[in-house]
């Protein structure tokens, strides 16, 4: 019973649990009226969502409104929507706004949507002051108390008959900006205003102009009076005295300041008149400005003074302002239809004018010391006039120039440039010095002492001299140098090493080896080399030729080896040949010796191995014993050997030696026993062998029987 409720139940929850089944469709959000809202109107934003359910149930929402990622409305309801109402739209409502619902423990979003208030709020203007002096600054706030940053702010300074001046400032944290004009010389009565500004969606909004702020402006003093006693159009030589005045509010801090073409020449302080006087000059001619400061204000006047020429500048005139040393010069100094002046004469100097004559004449005999300008100065009513510069040029001549080689000696290596130098110890500058090759004109340069000419063209048979010519602005005319002719020193090409024998040399014997080149400027120095560990040098020699012999006498052993030459000239450049090999090898006499030495012990040994085996055959032969001569007893003999040799007994050679020994001493014993029943001895002996044609050698060993036979 129990088991059939529990199923019962189980099927009753499985029944609840399937009616309570729901899913999210869509979530959307919507703006009331529109998406685009004037600034003050009202706008809701809603929010709804589609939810599709198995059975009809409550189910409860959670509504959450963000804009621009924050919280901005929460609320719960039963209903699948939610408004949030905002009675009064601003542009700080302006923004991205998104609905998320959650229901259910299920949770879904909207799309984001983009919402503008248009138009901005009214921005309030305010000045810290109503009324200024001229210099003083005015402070200006503009707020937009119901916008939010960032924001960007113009104030406009608006001044009667002029253009506004504007000033933009962007607020990136804060609804309102604080800024300062200054009040300048002119400013009487000011107006300002101020607008807002925004950025939304890359488009700028602006809002109308605030309100219109009235400043009153007060000049601390007024404008400055510059006057010129006795007159603004004086002579020159006549004293001229500037005065400079004001009226002020406060003396305090007060700055008069008299200028020309920016140069201060006066200043006074908390003072209301300025004074200044000078003898007027013609360079006094031109505009005078006088200033007066206090704290920020500033006014100024101005004031045109020409000043008449008293007397023209003097002129001064020479003979010639080119000349030879020890001659004579003129100097007149004069001043166009005026006479009545001091006249001196100077010549201009780095450390001070040196003076020389107070004339207006002057005459001297120059020196090349006396080159320099020249100048005379004139003097009336105190107005002192100079002339300008003369130059004048005095020439010693130059003297016989010297041509030589930069390097030193007169030679050049072919294929290298030439550089010449051509020198005139005497001659006042500028000096004009030109190169010759042969006859021809290679180069001109104008220097001071000496000039130089590189030669890129060298050729082998080349044998134009060169020299120079020197030359200025002397009566004396031109120097010309002595001929210089140049040595053209030709490289060393192609070395080679040989020598007589070539390749093998006997030991004691004398070699001659030849070094030589192709081609090479003479002298030659020739060094020949052994190579070993370290190169060893073994001859040097210079030499006016394009070759060396080298004679080496007794050559040993330990000369063999690898020879090389190298050969070198003024163009010092080593030109090293190729390699070449030596091997010193025994003379004839040194085999000969060594052959003696060899054979006679060989020889004496053979010989001494046959006195030896003589020796041994004649004491063999006793006196007991006699040679048998009968044919019997050689047959016996030969049958005996042959028959020996058939039946298989040992025997080798191809002779033999018959011992004497082994026959009988009479015919009488030839009746006693039977020779095929007699006892038979073998000795073995050693036979050698020699060729006549050899020197004794031992070819080998021969064993022969013989028989002995005893009775």
Request: charged letters at 25%; aromatic letters at 8%; glycine letters at 6%.
């Amino acid at each position: 019973m129990y088991l059939a409720l529990l199923v019962i139940f189980l099927q009753c929850s499985g029944l609840y649990t399937q009616e309570r089944v729901f899913t999210f469709n869509t979530v959307e959000i919507k703006v009331q009226p529109s998406v685009k809202v004037k600034n003050g109107a009202p706008m809701s934003i809603v929010c709804h969502a589609d939810i599709s359910k198995s059975t009809d149930f409550q189910l409860k929402h959670n509504f959450t409104i963000f804009k621009d990622g924050k919280l901005v409305f929460m609320t719960v309801s039963n209903k699948g929507d939610a408004q949030y109402e905002i009675p009064m739209a601003r542009s700080s409502d302006t923004g991205e706004y998104e609905c998320t619902v959650e229901a259910g423990g299920k949770t879904k979003s909207s799309n984001s949507l983009h919402v503008w208030v248009t138009g901005m709020t009214k921005p309030i203007l305010t000045a810290e002051k109503k009324e200024v002096l001229e210099g003083e600054v005015v402070k200006l706030r503009c707020e937009l108390p119901e916008e939010v940053p960032p924001l960007y702010f113009l104030f406009r300074k608006i001044k009667m008959n002029s253009t506004p001046k504007e000033k933009l400032v962007f607020e990136p944290y804060r609804n309102f900006s604080v800024v300062e004009f200054s009040v300048e010389e002119g400013d009487n009565i000011l107006q300002f205003d101020c607008f807002g500004r925004r950025n939304v969606k890359l488009e700028f909004e602006s809002s109308e102009y605030s309100n219109k702020t009235l400043v009153t402006v007060r000049e601390p003093f007024i404008k400055p009076t510059l006057n010129a006693k006795p007159s603004s159009n004086i002579t020159e030589g006549d004293r001229i005295q500037f005065e400079c005045s004001t009226v002020v509010a406060r003396m305090r801090d007060i700055e008069i300041i008299l200028q020309k073409n920016r140069t201060i020449l006066n200043s006074v302080r908390d003072e209301k008149l300025l004074k200044y006087s000078a003898v007027a000059t013609l360079e006094d001619s031109g505009e005078y400005l006088c200033k007066v400061e206090q704290g920020r204000a500033s006014k100024t006047t101005k004031l045109n003074v020409v000043v008449s020429e008293l007397f023209p500048k003097p002129i001064l005139a020479a003979s010639m302002s080119k000349l030879d040393e020890n001659k004579e010069l003129t100097l007149s100094c004069s001043i166009s239809g005026f006479r009545k002046a001091n006249f001196s004469i100077l010549r201009k100097n780095s450390n001070g004018d040196i003076w020389l004559k107070n004339s207006r004449n002057l005459t001297m005999r120059v020196n090349v010391n006396d080159t320099g300008s020249y100048i005379c100065k004139a003097e009336v009513k105190g107005i002192v006039k100079e002339s300008r510069p003369v130059r004048i040029n005095v020439y010693a001549p130059v003297s016989k120039p010297t041509l030589s080689v930069v390097s030193g000696l007169p030679e050049v290596v072919l294929g290298k440039p030439l550089r010449l130098i051509c020198r005139s110890v005497m001659g006042t500058p500028p000096i004009t010095f030109t190169f010759y090759k042969g006859n021809e004109v290679k180069k001109v340069v104008i220097n001071d002492t000496y000039a130089t000419f590189l030669d890129e063209n060298i050729r082998p048979n080349d044998r134009r001299g060169y020299k120079c010519d020197a030359r200025n602005n002397h009566s004396s005319g031109m120097k010309t140098s002595n001929i210089l002719n140049v040595t053209v020193i030709v490289p060393i090409r192609n070395a080679s090493l040989g020598s007589i024998p070539y390749g093998e040399v006997e030991d004691g014997s004398e070699i001659a080896f030849l070094c030589s080149v192709k081609e090479g400027s003479w002298p030659i120095h020739f060094r020949i080399f052994r190579k070993t560990d370290h190169d060893v040098l073994l001859y040097e020699k210079s030499e006016n030729a394009d070759r060396v012999v080298w004679h080496k006498e007794a050559m040993k052993r330990q000369d063999t080896g690898t020879y090389y030459c190298m050969a070198s000239n003024r163009a010092n450049v080593d030109v090293k040949s190729h390699p070449i090999t030596i091997s010193v090898i025994l003379a004839a006499w040194q085999k000969g010796i060594i052959a003696a030495f060899v054979l006679i012990p060989i020889a004496g040994a053979v010989t001494l191995t046959l006195w030896w085996f003589l020796c041994k055959k004649k004491k063999a032969k006793g006196p007991s014993m006699e040679m048998s001569g009968s044919a019997l007893a050689t047959n016996l003999t030969s049958e005996k050997l042959t028959r020996q040799h058939n039946d298989g007994d040992y025997y080798t050679g191809s002779s033999y030696i018959e011992d004497s020994e082994n026959h009988m001493k009479s015919t009488d014993e030839s009746n006693g026993p039977d020779l095929e029943s007699a006892e038979v001895e073998y000795t073995e002996v050693e036979v050698s062998t020699l060729d006549p044609h050899r020197a004794p050698e031992q070819k080998g060993t021969e064993t022969v029987y013989s028989e002995i036979r005893k009775s």
